[in-house]
T-cell receptor
Framework: DSGVTQTPKHLITATGQRVTLRCSPR?????VYWYQQSLDQGLQFLIQ???????AKGNILERFSAQQFPDLHSELNLSSLELGDSALYFC??????????FGSGTQLSVL | GQNIDQPTEMTATEGAIVQINCTYQ??????LFWYQQHAGEAPTFLSY????GLEEKGRFSSFLSRSKGYSYLLLKELQMKDSASYLC??????????FGGGTRLMVKP
């Protein structure tokens, strides 16, 4: 158990819908990262937050947004969903040693 | 931009040694990580190199040459449970961690 909690584990929705993925980092970790992993693809960096502030942005679509709350949990919002958004979404957190610990992921299926 | 290359697939025999290479081109290099990922599961940390040289941790070792933009992960005494994807990731400017496409290792009896 990495200590990073992601909910829900599975999500099935339809095109055009909006979903929210939730992540609770390890106790004491200030940084939260979001990654997308499509079938047989590598991990694609989406966005990073540090102590509530956006720190780095990757190839995140404009339809996607994220935030980190004062209690350090983070949410990733995906809107106007398309079939191609179906993927495994991972959250990771890190502390001062910068080693990333990953949650078990949310499997999103857009039908 | 960042470019990280590693072989797509490798096959090895149980009990043998396998070396998985990773080459990278990046700005502001600040460390290289190796992660193991079993299908459908979360990546788990294996090793971290920020200085040149070899880091050994049990059956797994990782090597880094910053001047060559090159790293490898060495797995000894392979076990069937080592069948997984191995991800090379580089931390670079802006504190971002970029992953390579991963190397799918199949260990055969």
């Amino acid at each position: 158990d990495s200590g990073v909690t992601q909910t829900p584990k599975h999500l099935i929705t339809a095109t055009g819908q909006r979903v929210t993925l939730r992540c609770s980092p390890r106790s004491g970790d200030l940084s939260v990262y979001w990654y997308q992993q499509s079938l047989d693809q590598g991990l694609q960096f989406l966005i990073q937050y540090y102590n509530g502030e956006e720190r780095a942005k990757g190839n995140i679509l404009e339809r996607f947004s994220a935030q980190q709350f004062p209690d350090l949990h983070s949410e990733l919002n995906l809107s106007s969903l398309e079939l191609g958004d179906s993927a495994l979404y991972f959250c990771a957190s890190s502390g001062s040693n910068e080693k990333l610990f990953f949650g078990s992921g949310t499997q999103l299926s857009v039908l | 931009g960042q470019n990280i290359d590693q072989p797509t697939e490798m096959t090895a025999t149980e009990g043998a040694i396998v070396q998985i290479n990773c080459t990278y081109q990046t700005s502001g290099f600040n460390g290289l990580f190796w992660y193991q990922q079993h299908a459908g599961e979360a990546p788990t940390f294996l090793s971290y190199n920020v200085l040149d040289g070899l880091e050994e941790k049990g059956r797994f070792s990782s090597f880094l040459s910053r001047s060559k933009g090159y790293s490898y992960l060495l797995l000894k005494e392979l076990q069937m449970k080592d069948s997984a994807s191995y991800l090379c990731a580089v931390r670079h400017a802006g504190n971002m961690l970029t992953f390579g496409g991963g190397t799918r290792l199949m260990v055969k009896p």
